[in-house]
């Protein structure tokens, strides 16, 4: 091992038994580790930019060499038997190499382990076809909740699981389902050759990265009409924000056509935020769930998206409802602090009334 990887373990080793989720790299500064959502310096000495770049130019892959030499970034997997698994993007600023290591755990986790809901969650987990979307913000847990839909799947059904991943984070081990994980750059050039491959493939179950562009979002209906399931993420805080997001895919003559293939595709969405702990460190999953019933449907057929939102808020199904309603259980339950929970609402007057008894009505 050279002494530039043995002083890179280090640091991700600390990181790891301190349980951050993040690592930043920025050359002539200490490391920093992401604690609970909060940026902390290591006590190190300052890394020196000849550690940080013979670091990448030793472990980038190299189908992905030629993005480092030509665009100064690349996105790569790196591994230590010692450490664990981490999601790296290595980028230049200022003429110096930085890095972000994101910590993947190869087990899957379970709902209980991230303490979410799991009733509304499997309730969509268990839909035959359609799209399904997991959103919120980087670093909301949306990849370990998609996880957890995943693990429960290969426990419970037997699918045909692909999944298209830049890179691959969690691993799954085939149980009841037969799990195919293409790592874009590794086993296939890009994610437009993956994405056009994929339905002749024999999938019951499509995880798609991310929900980038209208290429893949096209893809996706076409699986989805064609009795697939498709699970993806997509950046966006709300569910508001991300049923707008779905329609900027189309340009404006073919928004008819688009909330045609929206209403008859969407299974519903699950919005992600994480809020700190009351006890113990650490933060608590707060979600937002869509579930595309009639209703929904409908309208999004007839363009009434800014009606979604009193939906989510009346909630009369128990697989519909707004953040404000998950944070009020949460603060019910004891397991944020109201502080936090109006910290974190998306609307923290109306959280307030619900707090006094006061609800709008379903």
């Given at each position: 091992?050279?002494?530039?990887?043995?002083?890179?373990?280090?640091l991700?080793?600390?990181?790891?038994?301190s349980?951050?989720?993040?690592?930043?790299?920025?050359?002539?500064?200490?490391?920093?580790?992401?604690?609970?959502g909060?940026?902390?310096?290591?006590?190190?000495?300052?890394?020196?930019?000849?550690?940080?770049?013979?670091?990448?130019?030793?472990?980038?892959p190299?189908?992905?060499?030629?993005?480092?030499?030509?665009?100064?970034q690349?996105?790569?997997?790196?591994?230590?038997?010692?450490?664990?698994?981490f999601?790296?993007?290595?980028?230049?600023?200022?003429?110096?190499?930085?890095?972000?290591?994101?910590?993947?755990?190869?087990?899957?986790?379970?709902?209980?382990?991230?303490?979410?809901?799991?009733?509304?969650?499997?309730?969509l987990?268990?839909?035959?076809?359609?799209?399904?979307?997991i959103?919120?913000a980087?670093g909301?847990?949306k990849?370990?909740?998609?996880?957890?839909?995943?693990n429960?799947?290969?426990?419970?059904?037997?699918?045909?699981?692909?999944?298209?991943?830049?890179?691959?984070?969690?691993t799954?081990?085939?149980?009841?389902?037969v799990?195919?994980?293409?790592?874009?750059?590794?086993?296939v050039?890009d994610?437009?050759?993956?994405?056009?491959?994929?339905?002749?493939?024999?999938?019951?179950?499509?995880?798609i990265?991310?929900?980038?562009d209208?290429?893949?979002f096209?893809?996706?209906?076409?699986?989805?009409?064609?009795?697939?399931?498709?699970l993806?993420?997509?950046?966006?805080?709300?569910?508001?924000?991300?049923?707008?997001?779905?329609?900027?895919?189309?340009?404006?003559?073919?928004?008819?056509?688009?909330?045609?293939?929206?209403?008859?595709?969407?299974?519903?969405?699950?919005?992600?935020?994480?809020?700190?702990?009351?006890?113990?460190?650490?933060?608590?999953p707060?979600n937002?769930?869509?579930?595309?019933?009639s209703t929904?449907?409908?309208?999004?057929?007839?363009?009434?998206?800014?009606?979604?939102?009193?939906?989510?808020?009346?909630?009369?199904?128990?697989?519909?409802?707004?953040?404000?309603?998950?944070?009020?259980?949460?603060?019910?339950?004891?397991?944020v602090?109201?502080?936090?929970?109006?910290?974190?609402?998306?609307?923290?007057?109306?959280?307030?009334?619900?707090?006094?008894?006061?609800?709008?009505?379903?």
């Open positions: 091992m050279t002494p530039h990887t043995e002083l890179f373990n280090d991700l080793k600390l990181a790891v038994d349980g951050a989720s993040d690592i930043v790299i920025k050359s002539n500064r200490p490391g920093y580790v992401r604690l609970s909060r940026l902390k310096p290591v006590d190190m000495e300052p890394i020196q930019p000849h550690e940080a770049e013979a670091f990448v130019e030793e472990h980038v190299k189908v992905f060499a030629k993005n480092w030499i030509d665009y100064g690349a996105d790569f997997a790196y591994s230590s038997p010692e450490v664990g698994r999601r790296v993007n290595a980028f230049h600023q200022r003429g110096t190499v930085s890095l972000v290591f994101r910590h993947i755990k190869s087990v899957a986790p379970t709902f209980e382990q991230l303490g979410l809901d799991s009733a509304p969650l499997l309730d987990a268990k839909s035959k076809d359609g799209i399904l979307l959103c919120g980087t909301s847990g990849s370990s909740t998609l996880a957890a839909m995943l429960w799947i290969n426990q419970n059904l037997d699918r045909h699981i692909i999944t298209l991943e830049d890179p691959i984070e969690f799954f081990q085939d149980d009841k389902s799990f195919q994980q293409r790592e874009i750059g590794l086993d050039p994610f437009a050759l993956a994405i056009k491959a994929v339905l002749r493939q024999n999938p019951d179950i499509i995880l990265g991310e929900m980038r209208r290429e893949t096209e893809t996706a209906i076409s699986a989805a009409e064609t009795g697939h399931l498709v993806s993420t997509m950046h966006a805080g709300t569910v508001s924000q991300a049923l707008t997001r779905l329609f900027e895919f189309f340009p404006p003559e073919q928004q008819l056509l688009a909330r045609r293939q929206i209403a008859s595709s969407l299974r519903g969405f699950v919005c992600q935020k994480l809020i700190p702990a009351l006890e113990g460190g650490g933060r608590v707060c937002e769930i869509l579930a595309a019933d929904v449907r409908n309208l999004i057929l007839e363009g009434q998206n800014e009606k979604v939102q009193g939906l989510l808020e009346s909630g009369a199904d128990s697989g519909t409802f707004s953040f404000n309603k998950d944070i009020y259980r949460l603060i019910k339950a004891g397991k602090s109201k502080a936090d929970g109006l910290r974190f609402s998306p609307n923290p007057q109306a959280l307030e009334m619900n707090l006094k008894g006061i609800f709008l009505k379903s």
